[in-house]
């Protein structure tokens, strides 16, 4: 509670003591024109998609979800999904819980395209989705001051007693946060055994690994166990409001596994989308003032409110692109809103006024709103999601032509 306390009193000193943070992230005034400033229809379709997959997760630990693929929430939209396991940690700080789930795709030829996960080309896909925590706020804080050392753990074929061999990606000086990865030791006990049987039953499905808030952090760290140590390689990562995980060692190390920020890489071709909304304050905690950063592969949604469109989404570059959520970083986002209305040739939008001259990392009200507000409001398992959802039409239902959800 005393560090909870403190984080509320770090904007109040601040602001007392001058613009030496909101100078340490400059707005930056030109844009690579080579660089689309909104992401296309289909991978808007995939990641509107995937945020229903991922609020399917609250179901876990409060009402469940039983087979074949049944919930108080959002299963109906995916007929074709087969539930695996599911699994729930507990209530502690490194609570964590999830599904498995298969999505047999073009087997199942009466579902509509908006209700598979895939699309008509494709066999199927396995699906790992995680949760996030109810008390995200107290893990990021509480835990924040003690990083931990990261090491891959050796593949289960391996006996988990020796260490594997020395792989293709070495992570070098790395440390992360304590929470997070106890948070995936808990996980990946029940995790990994269900997971392979799978993988060696369908080894032409695509793994699909998605998850909110603290669910995200655990989904880069199973993630980059999969591919680095288990060898997987047909693997695709999408998160929402996800914390910063590691120091600069360990965001060098996951970069470089999943090609993200490569100088000629297509953005929307990358496996590992990390999808940011303005306002919400997660996304830039643990502060970087605690020797925390950012990784690629943002796509940052800048519309405040309910619902967006794919202009309101844009691809990042780097680890701290200043037009995304990295502007916020210490930076009034009325400037970042400003900037962004220029390049449009607009006015400047009334999202981008009063309140912004708080920066997000500081918004904690927003936790329970833009931390929230991905696609649709996430975290609570009732009948069609949340109530702020009630009425609202689906998204257009765009037709994917890539491979990707």
């Excluded at 007693?161 to 006990?189: D, Q, Y």
């Excluded at 680890?319 to 970083?329: E, F, L």
């Excluded at 257009?396 to 959800?405: A, I, Q, R, V, Y």
Aim: charged share 20%; glycine share 8%.
């Amino acid at each position: 509670m005393m560090m909870f306390s403190s984080l509320l009193l770090y904007p109040v000193a601040a602001f007392a003591f001058g613009s030496r943070l909101g100078n340490q992230y400059s707005i930056h005034q030109d844009h690579d024109a080579s660089i689309p400033n909104h992401i296309s229809a289909s991978l808007f379709a995939s990641l509107e998609r995937l945020s229903r997959l991922v609020d399917i997760t609250y179901c876990v630990g409060t009402t469940g979800i039983t087979p074949p693929f049944s919930c108080a929430s959002r299963c109906n939209d995916f007929p074709t999904l087969e539930l695996v396991t599911t699994w729930n940690t507990g209530v502690l700080m490194s609570d964590s819980c999830g599904y498995i789930a298969v999505d047999h795709g073009s087997r199942t030829g009466s579902a509509n395209s908006e209700d598979r996960v895939v699309d008509d080309k494709h066999q199927g896909a396995i699906i790992v989705a995680f949760r996030g925590t109810y008390s995200i706020t107290n893990t990021v804080v509480d835990l924040s001051t003690i990083p931990q050392e990261y090491v891959p753990y050796p593949s289960p074929d391996q006996g988990g007693s020796e260490p594997p061999k020395e792989p293709k990606h070495v992570c070098h000086n790395c440390t992360v946060h304590m929470g997070f990865l106890a948070s995936w030791k808990i996980a990946r006990t029940v995790v990994l055994p269900a997971l392979e049987p799978l993988h060696e039953q369908y080894p032409d499905y695509p793994v699909y690994l998605v998850g909110h808030s603290l669910g995200g952090a655990v989904a880069a760290l199973a993630a980059l166990e999969l591919k680095v140590i288990s060898g997987w390689e047909n693997l695709v990562v999408t998160t929402f409001g996800e914390p910063r995980v590691g120091n600069d060692g360990f965001v060098d190390y996951l970069d470089s596994v999943f090609e993200l920020g490569g100088v000629g890489n297509p953005i929307e071709a990358q496996k590992y989308r990390r999808v940011t909304h303005v306002d919400d304050p997660v996304p830039l905690l643990p502060l970087s003032e605690w020797g925390y950063r950012s990784h690629a592969g943002e796509f940052f949604i800048s519309k405040s409110d309910l619902p967006p469109e794919p202009s309101d989404i844009r691809p990042c570059v780097g680890n701290s692109d200043p037009w995304c959520i990295a502007g916020s970083a210490g930076e009034p986002l009325r400037t970042t809103g400003q900037a962004l209305a220029q390049e449009r040739a607009q006015e400047t939008p009334v999202w981008t006024r009063g309140l912004w001259d708080i920066p997000s990392r500081f918004k904690l009200w927003q936790l329970f709103f833009a931390h929230r507000d991905y696609f649709w409001r996430l975290g609570l398992c009732v009948p069609g999601g949340d109530p702020i959802d009630w009425g609202r039409d689906k998204y257009p239902n765009f037709t994917t032509t890539s491979d990707e959800l």
